[in-house]
């Protein structure tokens, strides 16, 4: 393997690390980047508990190689909050106990961004259906649905 420099934009900020050509974006992200809140939970792309986006599109992150980053930009879950103000999903998943051991927390909450950033008013089908590629299994599916139609209303008023 060799190693590469990669320079894109995390956040909103632009960065640069290096990673082997093999290496997963999850990977260059918790390990060179210290970027930890997607976590790990198949490897595989089945839990959606790695979810990020790479230039507004959700993507598992341990699909994608670290080099294909090069150019993009990557938004985290460590990007979603305003400095100490939650994202009005953060708030209503606490608020409505969506969350227990959290493993899958920060992909339920990137990919119900991506939902809101589309539709900022989704059915509960619609909801259902943008949160289908996430697996939780300590909450149950009901609680993080009624929060992400709660945060729907709170970003419907910004």
């Known amino acids: 393997m060799s190693a590469v420099l990669v320079t ?20 260059a992200l918790r390990n ?7 976590k790990e939970g198949c490897g595989t792309g089945d839990c959606g508990a790695c979810s990020v986006t790479v230039d507004g599109r959700l993507v598992c992150s341990c699909l994608v190689l670290g ?18 103000v939650l994202h009005p999903l953060q708030a209503k998943f606490i608020e409505h106990a969506a969350l ?20 900022p008013n989704p059915s509960e089908v619609e909801i259902r259906f ?18 992400v139609k709660a945060a729907a209303k709170e970003v419907r008023k910004r």
């Open 130 to 147: 943008a949160l289908a590629g996430n697996l939780c299994r300590c909450t149950g599916y009901d609680k993080i649905v009624r929060a």
């Open 8 to 27: 894109t934009t995390i956040n909103g900020d632009r960065t640069e690390f290096v990673c082997e050509t093999d290496e997963t974006l999850l990977d």
């Open 32 to 38: 060179r980047l210290g970027l930890t809140g997607s």
């Open 67 to 84: 080099v294909e980053a090069e150019g993009c930009e990557v938004n985290t879950i460590e990007g979603m909050a305003d400095g100490d």
């Open 100 to 119: 227990q051991c959290g493993i899958c927390t920060p992909g339920f909450l990137m990919a119900a961004k991506v939902l809101l950033d589309k539709n």
